[in-house]
């Protein structure tokens, strides 16, 4: 069994009332459970954490590699197109991720094409809503069960 961590970035605790034209309906609260079910379904533990605080996503993510997370599944929301301090905690702890968003960042504003992240995940999903998590996680668990132990 492996300990999973679903991070999400800054503003997407408003999910569900957020611009739900392009975010959707579902809550974090619903994603999350989602998440957390399929994880479980898969025989895996997952935990979940919002913060609209860099400091605090960072410091959850060096936790994350005390704790022996095996991956995670991140939403940099905001930080995605600014955050080289983020990307960072990424290198340093080495633990595999894949990125996920759930609009399409590239058919958005110009600001939003480039990513710190995308270059360094294991993938990346984007453009399907809350489905996106749940494909993104998906996609951490086919390549954890082929990564060597
Ligand atoms: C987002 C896309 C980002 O550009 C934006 O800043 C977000 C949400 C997404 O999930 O579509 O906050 O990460």
Known sequence: M??????????LDLLGRREPALYGHATLAEIDALLAAEARRAGHALHSF???AEHALIE???????????????NPAG??????????A????AIPFVEV????PQA?????????????????V????AESYRLGLLGLLAHLARAPA
């Open 90 to 93: 990424l290198l340093a702890v």
């Open 60 to 74: 959850r993510i060096h936790a994350a590699a005390r704790e022996g997370v095996a991956g995670i599944v991140f």
């Open 126 to 129: 984007t453009g399907f809503g």
């Open 101 to 104: 968003h759930l609009s399409n």
């Open 2 to 11: 492996a300990q999973l961590l679903v991070l999400h970035g800054p503003n």
């Open 108 to 124: 958005r504003e110009s600001f939003r094409h480039h990513s710190h992240f995308s270059d360094i995940a294991v993938g990346t």
């Open 79 to 88: 930080y995605t197109h600014t955050s080289v301090a983020l990307r960072d």
């Open 50 to 52: 919002q913060s609209a």
